[in-house]
């Protein structure tokens, strides 16, 4: 069974940092682009980033690029994110979630999510 | 970027009725198109892929349609369990891929 789970959400102030990590199993990891996509209490969804199976490519949403840093590390079957700077409008439950396939970015498989709040 | 716009907002109909949710794109994004489910409390999930290819395990009353701008997704039946936000997504011009708003059908 395919799964992702998130960790590492939680309460920060603004302009604090925060590292988030979605931990996969039941397909293999290294195949696959993975993405983070954000939903903001009672909100729709924002996709902001994206990781390639290798590396190679990343992409950023305008609204986090330069303060948020996706990674991962295929041998740990694991998707990381990096926040810094964060500001009250990144208030979000933050979800992974898997490329259907290379050339499609469709995403097939989600996380519960990890709720992030940004607050003094 | 490419702006998705979902309508109605609300659809409200009552169980073993057909719904039907639109969704309009800013600019043509062929049949690079995606539709979603997201139930209270939980993640979304893939229903609708290249416009009209239905996910795994997804039951054969969800049906899309369409390609260019003007997408439609149609709940033949509507069961119980289908009560939900729905949003419609693009990957023809990414980056960003961009969702729309959300369709909310609620029990009438």
């Known amino acids: 069974e395919v799964q992702m789970v998130e960790s590492g959400g939680g309460l920060v102030q603004p302009g604090g940092s925060l590292r988030l990590s979605c931990a996969a199993s039941?397909?293999?990891?290294?195949?696959?682009?993975m993405n983070w996509v954000r939903q903001s209490p009672g909100k729709g969804l924002e996709w902001f980033s994206y990781i390639g199976s290798t590396t190679s490519t990343i992409y950023y949403a305008n609204s986090v690029k330069g303060r948020f840093t996706i990674s991962r590390d295929n041998a740990k079957d694991s998707l990381y994110l990096q926040m810094n700077s964060l500001r009250d409008e990144d208030t979000a439950v933050y979800y992974c979630?898997?490329?259907?396939?290379?050339?499609?970015?469709?995403?097939?498989?989600w996380g519960q999510g990890t709720l992030v709040t940004v607050s003094s | 970027e490419i702006v998705l716009t979902q309508s109605p907002a609300t659809l409200s109909l009552s169980p073993g009725e057909r719904a039907t949710l639109s969704c309009r794109a800013s600019q043509s994004v062929s049949s690079y198109f995606a539709w979603y489910q997201q139930k209270p409390g939980q993640a979304p999930r893939l229903l609708i892929y290249d416009a009209s290819n239905r996910a795994t395990g997804i039951p054969a009353r969800f049906s899309g349609s369409g390609s260019g701008t003007d997408f439609t997704l149609t709940i033949s039946s509507l069961e119980p369990e289908d009560f939900a936000v729905y949003y419609c997504?693009?990957?023809?011009?990414?980056?960003?891929?961009?969702f729309g708003g959300g369709t909310k059908v609620e029990i009438k």
């Open positions: 997504q693009q990957r023809s011009s990414w980056p960003p891929l961009t």
């Open positions: 979630a898997r490329s259907l396939s290379i050339a499609a970015n469709y995403l097939d498989s």
């Open positions: 039941g397909f293999t990891f290294s195949a696959y682009g």
